[in-house]
Structure formats: C-alpha cells, structure tokens
C-alpha cells in the first residue's frame, strides 16, 4: 500500500502513523479548520467551561464544527459518533478521543453512536483472524463502557452483525466512490484486497444513522484522532448526492509513543500502556520506556534544567492531568533543574494507575450492563 500522506519526515494515515508528525502541515494537507477562539468562546458559552483538550489544542482542528454549534444553540438534536476497530487490547491512546466524547455527551445532552468495524482489521491485517476480531470485539466493548457514556444515549453496534441496517447505504457511498478515488486517498494500489476499497463506505454509513433513526436531516458530530478525516473527507464528498448532511469532525492529536514519536502502536506492547495493565507494569514501562528530556547526569540536570517539550512523561501528563495549575509547576520545575526525570515519571505513574485503578472497576462492573448499550440486529 503506498502512502499519500506521506512527506520526508512523517505519514499519517489510518493505518500508519510514524515519525515526526507536524500538525500544521496535517492541517493544509487535509484540507481541515484550525480551532480558533472564536469557536472556543461559542463552546464556552454552550457548555460552561472549555475541556482541556481544548484549552491544550490536544483536539486542535475540525470541519464544520461551527455549524455543530450552531445546531446545539438553537436546540437542533445533533449525535455524535466515533469508532474502534478491534485487533487488540485498547491503550491509553485510544481513550483519548473517548474522553473528550464523553464530555461532549454530557455537556452538550448528545446520542452517541459508537462503531466497531469487526471487518477492519481482518481486511487491514495479514495476520489477524476473524475468530481473534471477535474476542476482542468483546474485551473492547467493555472499555467503552467503562469510560462512563449514558447508557440512555448511547448505541454501541458491531459491523458483521448490524451491517444488514448499514449495507443499503454503504452501498449508497460505494456507487459514488470510484476505485481511483479510493486510490488516491488511501494510497491502495491493485494487490490491495477490493474488502479494504469498499471498507471507508462501512466507516461512512453511522454518520447518516441519525438522520435515518430521526427520520429528518440530523447532524453527526466525530470526534476522532486526526488520522481518520480521511474517511470523512470521502463521507462529506458524497453525503448531500446522496440525501445525507456532511459529518463534522473535531480531531485530536496521537499520545505520542513511549518512546518518542507518532502515535502508540498496538503491535509494539513495550511502549504502550493498555488499560488492563497492573500498576507494576504500567511503572516498569514508564520508567524504562518514557524518552527524556531530562540531562545526562545529575548534576547537570540541576545546573541547566530538563526540556519538558521532549519529554515523553511531561507530554502524557498534559493528557492526564486535568489541573492546569499542577502542569505549570511540574513544567517549570522541570525546566528549572529542580524536578528530575525520575520524579516527573514518578508522578505520571501515580497520575495513570489512579485513572487506571478506577477505569478496572468500571470495566468490571461493565460486564453486567454490555446489553443496556448494545444495539443489537
Ligand atoms: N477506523 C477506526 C479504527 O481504526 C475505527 C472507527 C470506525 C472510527 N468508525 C470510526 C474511529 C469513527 C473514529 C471515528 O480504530
């Protein structure tokens, strides 16, 4: 598969994320909106304070979100929807968007609709089963959960069993979509499999479900990490000639890797942390992955101070730790010399296994309520 999001330095696309990503070239590449004040004031204003993500730019451009706010202020029913294809354990850096979807949903009263495109990953991956899609289907569903959406307004669905609901409008998308077109946003070439060229329409379909279950034009909102707009891209190209509105998005950046870099990839375990992880592993790997941007010794460490802008530890903490305060002063302490790298992972270790304990009883506790959100065929 050759890559169409490719420059010298990095490539972002659904299914590769590496090297250094600049975020600002994404932006022109992708043709997508910066978030600007303008639109965080409206937010404010709608919903009483701004998410960190947003205050930090961790969710820092979007399409037509302007116009999601629009909707949401004159009482228009808008949804959101998001997704998870299953290969793996979920890790801190699939939560991310879910958070910030959680409070969207809270904040803003919304329906959610929640994808798991089983197929994904089978088509996407040599080496994963069907069989193997499945168990997994079932762990993730449980992280979803216990990421604490309302049951009352939330729909989690699987593709291979929903798809009879999905298929006509897929359909709909696949008419419309031609193969050099897939080409050229995907970057497929002719020994890619014709399962991975009809996929994006699959991707599609839940951002029309709205407006087919409210039987009236209703708008979708997607919060996901950048590297899905292009299915979006795809989706709003075709919407309106097919009598659907265009999705909106609002894109966040990737946790970047433990070592440095794009974003946590599922197939190197060391340099992830999964939600399942016990709070000995989650310290072995912060301590012994985590780049620093601490000194080489001590006592330089002290004379001229750490670089947080680098350090992997100090960068997982501005996902996790909600206090702007706190963040400012393990910032400057860390610049200054006082804070070591130790003692900086020290405190990311403590900030993730508390999340981690809590997220572990509601993923729990999940397992008895996975029918109050699963919409079944
Ligand atoms: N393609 C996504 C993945 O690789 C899964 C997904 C399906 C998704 N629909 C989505 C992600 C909507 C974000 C928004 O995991």
Same mark, same amino acid.
């Given at each position: 598969m050759a890559s169409p999001q490719q420059s010298s330095s990095f490539t972002v696309t659904p299914w590769i994320v590496k090297g250094d990503v600049d975020y600002d070239k994404l932006i022109t590449q992708f043709g997508v909106q910066r978030i600007d004040d303008a639109l965080l004031k409206h937010v404010k204003k709608l919903t009483g304070e701004i998410h960190p993500y947003l205050r930090r730019n961790i969710f820092f451009s979007h399409m037509y979100f302007d116009k999601i706010l629009d909707a949401v202020e004159k009482k228009q029913k808008v949804y959101l929807y998001t997704g998870r294809a299953p290969s793996g354990p979920v890790h801190l850096g699939h939560i991310v968007p879910w958070l910030f979807t959680k409070w969207l949903q809270d904040r803003l009263n919304m329906h959610l609709l929640f994808q798991i495109p089983d197929e994904e990953k089978v088509l996407f991956? /040599? *080496?994963?089963t069907t069989e193997e899609a499945e168990r997994w289907t079932k762990e993730n569903i449980l992280d979803i959960i216990a990421v604490g959406f309302d049951p009352k307004k939330t729909k989690i669905f699987v593709d291979t069993e929903y798809a009879g609901h999905m298929y006509k409008h897929a359909c709909a998308v696949a008419r419309k979509t031609t193969a050099s077109t897939a080409k050229a946003l995907f #970057? %497929?070439? /002719? @020994?890619? *499999?014709v399962g991975k060229y009809f996929y994006s329409c699959m991707q599609s379909v839940p951002a029309f479900l709205p407006t087919v279950m409210e039987k009236k034009k209703t708008l979708c909102l997607i919060p996901c &990490?950048?590297?899905?707009d292009v299915h979006f891209r795809l989706t709003r190209d075709v919407a309106e000639g097919i009598g659907f509105p265009k999705p909106a998005t609002i894109l966040c950046r990737f946790l970047p890797a433990l070592t440095a870099g794009a974003k946590m990839s599922a197939s190197e375990t060391e340099t992830l942390v999964a939600t399942t992880d016990t709070p000995d592993v989650v310290k072995k790997k912060i301590m012994k992955y &985590? %780049? @620093? #941007? #601490?000194? *080489? *010794?001590l006592e330089e460490h002290r004379k001229y101070g750490g670089n947080p802008d680098i350090d992997i530890a100090y960068q997982w903490l501005t996902f996790f730790e909600e206090d702007d305060a706190k963040l400012k002063k393990v910032y400057n302490d860390y610049k200054s010399g006082k804070l070591l790298s130790g003692e900086l992972k020290m405190i990311l270790v403590d900030k993730l296994n508390t999340f981690l304990k809590k997220h572990q009883a509601a993923r729990e506790k999940a397992k008895k309520n996975v029918e109050k959100f699963m919409l079944r065929d």
């Amino acid at each position: 598969m050759a890559s169409p999001q490719q420059s010298s330095s990095f490539t972002v696309t659904p299914w590769i994320v590496k090297g250094d990503v600049d975020y600002d070239k994404l932006i022109t590449q992708f043709g997508v909106q910066r978030i600007d004040d303008a639109l965080l004031k409206h937010v404010k204003k709608l919903t009483g304070e701004i998410h960190p993500y947003l205050r930090r730019n961790i969710f820092f451009s979007h399409m037509y979100f302007d116009k999601i706010l629009d909707a949401v202020e004159k009482k228009q029913k808008v949804y959101l929807y998001t997704g998870r294809a299953p290969s793996g354990p979920v890790h801190l850096g699939h939560i991310v968007p879910w958070l910030f979807t959680k409070w969207l949903q809270d904040r803003l009263n919304m329906h959610l609709l929640f994808q798991i495109p089983d197929e994904e990953k089978v088509l996407f991956k /040599d *080496n994963l089963t069907t069989e193997e899609a499945e168990r997994w289907t079932k762990e993730n569903i449980l992280d979803i959960i216990a990421v604490g959406f309302d049951p009352k307004k939330t729909k989690i669905f699987v593709d291979t069993e929903y798809a009879g609901h999905m298929y006509k409008h897929a359909c709909a998308v696949a008419r419309k979509t031609t193969a050099s077109t897939a080409k050229a946003l995907f #970057g %497929f070439t /002719d @020994s890619d *499999n014709v399962g991975k060229y009809f996929y994006s329409c699959m991707q599609s379909v839940p951002a029309f479900l709205p407006t087919v279950m409210e039987k009236k034009k209703t708008l979708c909102l997607i919060p996901c &990490a950048i590297d899905q707009d292009v299915h979006f891209r795809l989706t709003r190209d075709v919407a309106e000639g097919i009598g659907f509105p265009k999705p909106a998005t609002i894109l966040c950046r990737f946790l970047p890797a433990l070592t440095a870099g794009a974003k946590m990839s599922a197939s190197e375990t060391e340099t992830l942390v999964a939600t399942t992880d016990t709070p000995d592993v989650v310290k072995k790997k912060i301590m012994k992955y &985590a %780049f @620093s #941007g #601490g000194r *080489n *010794n001590l006592e330089e460490h002290r004379k001229y101070g750490g670089n947080p802008d680098i350090d992997i530890a100090y960068q997982w903490l501005t996902f996790f730790e909600e206090d702007d305060a706190k963040l400012k002063k393990v910032y400057n302490d860390y610049k200054s010399g006082k804070l070591l790298s130790g003692e900086l992972k020290m405190i990311l270790v403590d900030k993730l296994n508390t999340f981690l304990k809590k997220h572990q009883a509601a993923r729990e506790k999940a397992k008895k309520n996975v029918e109050k959100f699963m919409l079944r065929d």
